[in-house]
């Protein structure tokens, strides 16, 4: 599927920009079912933080509780912004909603379709994959006007394995520009550390600073302004964010995390998955 360069680009930026890789019907069709996913949320887990300090504190556990439970389910995650002073929604309910998350790909069959398919195992395997393993689903919304900001990170944080192996697949469900909250990446910045690791080894989980590398300054970063329907791959050290967005319009977009079956998938991260439960490929 990729040229011998575009391989050899990928290895050397650490991202890799692919055009047209989904139709104008596979993105309405993914969008209309994100949309009825967020308009029957019915969860208060994450609406009662923004109540008083003590319940927040309290709930900030709960909220957790409700974070790590989406590792082999279907929740959503409301934006910062969407709440007034006395915990009320601001706007509908389906403009409020942050992101869902975060195993859609296996549980429901209209992102199953979207995140599954030869193309998908064969662009994988170009990319250096030898058995992708399909972790994470994300639908983001990234709301008009309250839509947060992300900071730098790196994904291989969330998904450690020993070589380091996770690929991040971000799909444009709209078009992504610099008022709306575009992915913005540090090229090549993947040749650098791992920085943090994401680990759940008790209760709740954690993020550990791993090397003291500082991220990059803002002006080495370019942004990546890219078409409804385009995949931007890149690897799990790849430092990347993305903007708030400031814009009237909003920017949905949808990535699955990837690792090599290859590599040692630790018990530390926070999504695990048993016999009952196993995690797939894209044909598997
Ligand atoms: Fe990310």
Known sequence: ML???????????????????????????LKTRALEIAAGDNS???KAIFTTDREKRNLANAANKYFIESAT??????????????GELIQPLEQSINKIGHAMHDLDPVFKAFSSGEKLHELANDLG????????????????RIGGEVGWHQDGSFFYTEPM????????????????GCLWVEPSGHKGPLRERYTLTGEFPKMNEIDPTPWPDTDTAIPLEVKAGTLVCFKGTLPHY????????????????????????VKENWIQRGADFPVRGFTS
């Open 129 to 144: 994959m030898i058995e992708p393993q399909v972790w994470q689903s994300m639908y983001i919304f990234k709301q008009p």
């Open 165 to 180: 192996s996770v690929i991040t697949f971000w799909f444009a469900v709209d078009d992504a520009t610099l008022a709306n």
């Open 242 to 265: 993305s903007a708030a967005n400031t814009s009237d319009k909003a920017r949905h977009a949808t990535t699955l995390h990837v690792t090599d079956g290859h590599a040692d998938y």
């Open 44 to 46: 208060e887990v994450q």
């Open 73 to 86: 389910t279907v929740k959503c995650f409301f934006e910062e912004k969407a709440f007034d002073d006395e």
């Open 3 to 29: 040229t011998a360069d575009q391989i050899s680009k990928f290895n050397d930026d650490g991202y890799i920009v692919l055009p047209n890789f989904k139709s104008a019907d596979e993105l309405a069709e």
